[in-house]
């Protein structure tokens, strides 16, 4: 096996604060040391420059192995850390692939951060949220309380679950859309569902309600609140 740490002392350390080369020099100008066929449209290429380059699609991100430490990530509304020697022992792709995904999911969010919709626009299309029994003014104070609800999301957990939910998008989809794996996909969509019912719940305990099935990517499945 071999291990991030033992990759690190093989290939070159760049400096810290040297310009990253293009994924297109990478490949015309240099030979991978190391490459991971994660699927069929995914791959994972370390070259001996010292750099990694990672691809899901027609999105890639390119990225200093060396500068692939601590690793964070949100868990019950609270940030937790990895420290980097624990990866520093692992194999040498678990690392670079956290650290791939993360970057090409902050590049599309920041495409897509111009282009998502409002949360009033958010609140009007999920009008499935809005008892249709319920006077038009306690409907209002449904969708005010759904646009706070989306405050609580991180801005990928809302970018997704508006993808999901709104625009009616398969996960499949988004993934490609959004230059990521589907179990990302299904996992954020899995947290951001439960972060808004351990909200919603008090409002919704006892009713069952029409979502599609987070985890397994179906629609149109009962999903109990």
């Known amino acids: 096996m071999l291990t991030l740490q033992e990759l690190k002392k093989r290939i070159k350390e760049p400096e810290k604060n040297g ?43 390119v990225f200093p192995v060396h500068g692939c430490g601590d690793y964070f990530y949100e868990s019950n509304g609270q940030t937790v850390c990895v420290a980097g020697a624990f990866f520093e022992q692992q194999e040498w792709y678990v690392r670079l692939l956290l ?28 009008l499935f949220l809005a008892d249709p029994e319920l006077s038009p003014l ?35 989809e988004i993934a490609r859309e959004l230059g990521i794996a589907q179990p990302t996909v299904s996992q954020t969509i899995f947290t951001a569902l439960k972060r808004m019912r351990k909200e919603t719940e008090p409002l ?22």
């Open 99 to 126: 650290e791939g995904e993360d970057r090409l999911m902050k590049n599309r969010e920041t495409v897509c951060r111009e282009k998502m919709v409002s949360y009033h626009a958010v609140s009007e299309e999920w």
């Open 138 to 172: 306690e409907q209002i104070v449904q969708r005010e309380n759904l646009q706070e609800w989306l405050r609580l999301l991180t801005e990928r957990q809302r970018v997704v679950v508006i993808q999901y939910f709104c625009h009616e998008k398969t996960q499949g």
């Open 19 to 61: 310009k990253s080369p293009t994924a297109r020099y990478l490949m015309e100008q240099e030979k991978a040391v190391l490459k991971m066929e994660i699927r069929e449209e995914a791959q994972l290429l370390v070259f001996g420059s010292g750099y990694a380059l990672y691809r899901v699609g027609k999105h890639t991100t």
């Open 204 to 225: 919704f305990h006892g009713t069952v309600k029409e979502y599609p099935m987070a985890l397994s990517g179906g629609r149109g499945m009962p999903y109990a609140w």
